[in-house]
């Protein structure tokens, strides 16, 4: 049970970051790599929100604002002058932009490169569930992840907002032709999404206690092995595979020991995936 | 030893960088940075003796390596206070290895022939001063290495000595420390698969059996590893009295707030990795009780180790760790070897060090070396305590101590 409460907590901080890519890919085709930055922005201004409020919610509002804009800015100053250019560009501009990202937060006169300790106190009980408990910092993971996947989910099938993108992504020249703000809906999925990967940042920051300057490294393959499995575009199927992912990892861990780095486990399941279903679990296969 | 959150980082660095060119740049760059960053002498001997010393103060280890830098620039300026050897003053000739051993192997040949330095000390990691170590030894030129782990480091030749303790006895000072002074039973084992994680398992793990105790559980992580909940549930299961967990400060404050999460009661027992301030900075009152073998003893009483702790504090700002320590003495150790030389031929300096017994000031207590030139001190367990590091017993036995 408690590998199971395990399971969830962890697959929790991998969802929010796999969703705002996968909406990202979806309504641009773009491998959004930077997107690791933004998740890595996010968790720095929520550190610092906290370090002057003591607060994680404070924290996670910051965190998902800076998200937001920064994920806004680099549409805005990058992707956007180059949506006409073969995909190859966009993929090298965002690759760049990640590393300047981390590279700057590492520097001495920001953040620096060294791990910055984060223990909060979320204010959340200790709760037991069938003899295995949750900490107070588990609980906020799981609480905010819900609560945004919640609200994503009603942005998405009770919104203007959420027609839009859902037009615009599967034909931006049709959605374009048929009255919807093409550029307004591009701009507010990067928010948006970008928001989810400031609040992933902040949740991981809260779970491991600590943040540092590339703490984006591995999310920001990881999160394309989620997004791949769970078909590339999708919103609902990253979801799922997030959950996955963190079951098939805690599972192999707990009975086998770390027989491989738990992010071997990760790509060992995206080959074999593609290998039984090119689409991934839950992509329609393209015509 | 290393500081992991940066390891994990150049790890992750390598596998999610996927354009050649950049690591290519990167790999140029830094090679262009260590032709220019030798802090040299000038005087070219006259009236200086020049030690060269190699450390990563960029990249994953940059702690360590300023921790190295650092705390060997306070050394020389100690010894020239003092009047120099001989009247002739110290100069440090500084690279940067950014952990790299091809790196380390250029800068050994630069230190041998361009720089031509008199004696080299090693600050960096096992893999770099492997690369390095045959170089002097073929160039007849001595190197220290400070706290490279690795047991061949000092075997390529008479010219390479090591301050640091080997796993070998480390590991076996934590397993007297698991089953004499805490009484440990049961005892679980948890380390990083690295060869420093392995070689003080393997000592500790031969001598609680040895010795009567019981291991309930034995695994491996791996160093970028930061989720330890399920195999410390697994543990946990297991109600071990003894946790050793060999590993470097940051997979040390992610086990300690995870047990405590878990509440998993078992002492740890940790290594000279844990011997950082950031331990106690990222795991707070988690870290409280922790129990490491380390080369620094913060509550000695003695003069030499006082003046460094204060002494690098008052440098740097931050307090000083093992690696500074150990690094410290082979700066020492480079001088007094001169000294009893009286002059920079290798094999006098050999010779020199062969009578080294107790080196005189030395911070990590060295009373002499083992035929493998390996440093022999006092067992040294120090605990969190209050929010530090104190001294919580010392081993004297030589049968545990004695380096091969």
Same mark, same amino acid.
């Given at each position: ?15 929010? +970051?796999?969703?705002? =890519? ?45 998200? @937001?804009?920064?994920?806004? +800015? ?7 002058? +180059? ?24 520097? !001495?006169? +920001? ?10 106190? !979320?204010?959340?009980? /200790? ?17 905010? /992840? ?16 959420? =027609? ?30 970008? @928001? =989810? ?15 540092? @300057? ?35 990892? /805690? ?37 | ?22 690591? &290519? ?21 006259g009236g200086t003796y020049k030690i060269g010393i190699f450390a990563p103060t960029t990249g994953f280890a940059a702690s360590d390596g300023k921790s190295a830098v650092n705390s060997a620039k306070l050394a020389v300026e100690k010894v020239n206070a003092a009047g120099g050897v001989q009247g002739k003053e110290l100069k440090l000739v500084v690279y940067d290895d950014a952990s790299k051993p091809d790196q380390a192997a250029t800068i050994a040949q630069k230190l041998v022939r361009q720089d031509n330095v008199d004696i080299a000390v090693s600050g960096s990691y096992s893999a770099q001063t492997r690369a390095a170590a045959p170089i002097f030894a073929r160039s007849n030129k001595v190197m220290i290495a400070a706290y490279a782990v690795d047991p061949e480091i000092t075997q390529v030749g008479e010219q390479i000595w090591r301050i640091g303790e080997l796993a070998s006895v480390q590991g076996k000072v934590a397993g007297k420390l698991a089953l004499d002074n805490l009484k440990g039973k049961k005892v679980a084992i948890l380390y990083v698969d690295n060869d420093f994680g392995t070689g003080l398992t393997k000592a500790f793990r031969d001598y609680v059996k040895q010795n009567g105790g019981q291991i309930v ?23 071990? %009295?003894?946790?050793? &967990?060999?590993? *470097?400060?940051?997979?040390?404050? $992610? ?18 990795? *844990? ?5 106690? %900075?990222? &795991? ?12 620094? $003893? ?22 000083? %760790? ?12 480079? &001088? ?5 030389? #009286? ?24 009373? #002499? ?18 929010? $530090?590091?104190?001294? *919580?017993?010392?081993?004297? %036995? ?7």
């Amino acid at each position: 049970m408690q590998d199971a409460l395990t399971a969830l907590t962890l697959g929790s901080t991998y969802v929010l +970051l796999a969703v705002g =890519l996968s909406m990202i890919y979806g309504i641009l085709r773009i491998i959004h790599v930077a997107h690791a930055g933004v998740y890595t922005i996010g968790a720095y201004v929520g550190y610092l929100a906290w370090g002057q409020t003591g607060s994680v919610w404070v924290a996670l509002v910051g965190g998902m604002a800076a998200g @937001a804009l920064s994920g806004w +800015l680099i549409y805005a100053l990058m992707y956007r002058r +180059l949506l006409e250019a073969p995909r190859y560009v966009p993929l090298i501009a965002s690759i760049g932009a990640f590393i300047v990202i981390q590279d700057l937060l590492s520097k !001495p006169w +920001l953040m620096g490169s060294d791990r910055l300790a984060m223990q909060t106190d !979320p204010g959340l009980p /200790t709760v037991g569930v069938l003899g295995a408990t949750v900490s107070p910092e588990a609980l906020y993971v799981l609480v905010v /992840t819900a609560a945004l996947l919640l609200a994503l989910a009603v942005l998405f099938r009770r919104s203007d907002i959420g =027609l839009q993108w859902r037009a615009t992504a599967s034909d931006r020249e049709l959605a374009g032709a048929s009255g919807v703000s093409v550029e307004r809906a591009i701009a507010s999925t990067f928010a948006v999404g970008s @928001a =989810l990967a400031g609040a992933a940042g902040v949740t991981v920051a809260v779970y491991t206690e600590s943040v540092f @300057a590339f703490m984006g490294e591995v999310p920001s393959y990881k999160a394309f092995v989620i997004v791949v499995l769970g078909g590339l575009g999708a919103v609902l199927g990253p979801v799922v595979a997030a959950f996955v992912l963190a079951f098939a990892e /805690t599972l192999l861990i707990a009975n086998a020991g770390f027989v491989l780095p738990r992010d071997a486990i990760a790509f060992l399941i995206l080959v074999i995936v593609l290998i039984v279903r090119p689409q991934g679990l839950f992509g329609r296969a393209r015509a | 030893m290393s500081t992991p959150s940066a390891v994990r980082l150049q790890r992750s660095r390598r596998s999610s960088r996927p354009p050649a060119i950049v690591t &290519a740049a990167a790999a140029l760059l830094a090679l262009g940075l260590a032709a220019c960053g030798g802090e040299d002498s000038g005087a070219g001997g006259g009236g200086t003796y020049k030690i060269g010393i190699f450390a990563p103060t960029t990249g994953f280890a940059a702690s360590d390596g300023k921790s190295a830098v650092n705390s060997a620039k306070l050394a020389v300026e100690k010894v020239n206070a003092a009047g120099g050897v001989q009247g002739k003053e110290l100069k440090l000739v500084v690279y940067d290895d950014a952990s790299k051993p091809d790196q380390a192997a250029t800068i050994a040949q630069k230190l041998v022939r361009q720089d031509n330095v008199d004696i080299a000390v090693s600050g960096s990691y096992s893999a770099q001063t492997r690369a390095a170590a045959p170089i002097f030894a073929r160039s007849n030129k001595v190197m220290i290495a400070a706290y490279a782990v690795d047991p061949e480091i000092t075997q390529v030749g008479e010219q390479i000595w090591r301050i640091g303790e080997l796993a070998s006895v480390q590991g076996k000072v934590a397993g007297k420390l698991a089953l004499d002074n805490l009484k440990g039973k049961k005892v679980a084992i948890l380390y990083v698969d690295n060869d420093f994680g392995t070689g003080l398992t393997k000592a500790f793990r031969d001598y609680v059996k040895q010795n009567g105790g019981q291991i309930v559980s034995d695994s491996k992580y791996p160093l970028e590893e930061k989720d330890f909940r399920t195999v410390l549930g697994g543990i946990k299961a297991k109600s071990p %009295d003894v946790l050793y &967990a060999p590993g *470097y400060y940051n997979n040390a404050a $992610d086990i300690a707030n995870q047990a405590a999460e878990l509440g998993l009661k078992a002492q740890i027992v940790g290594v000279e990795g *844990y011997d950082s301030p950031k331990l106690i %900075d990222l &795991a707070g009152k988690n870290a409280e009780g922790i129990i490491f073998t380390t080369e620094l $003893d913060r509550d000695s009483s003695n003069p030499a180790v006082k003046d460094f702790l204060s002494g690098y504090e008052k440098k740097t700002g931050v307090k000083a %760790d093992a690696v500074g320590a150990e690094t410290y003495d082979a700066v020492l150790l480079a &001088a007094e070897a001169l000294k009893r030389a #009286g002059g920079t031929d290798a094999k006098k300096l050999v010779e020199g060090l062969k009578e080294v017994k107790a080196l005189e000031g030395s911070v990590t207590g060295i009373t #002499g070396f083992s035929p493998q030139r390996n440093g022999i001190r006092e067992g040294l367990a120090q605990v969190v305590k209050g929010g $530090d590091f104190h001294r *919580y017993a010392t081993f004297r %036995d030589p049968s545990l101590i004695t380096p091969p």
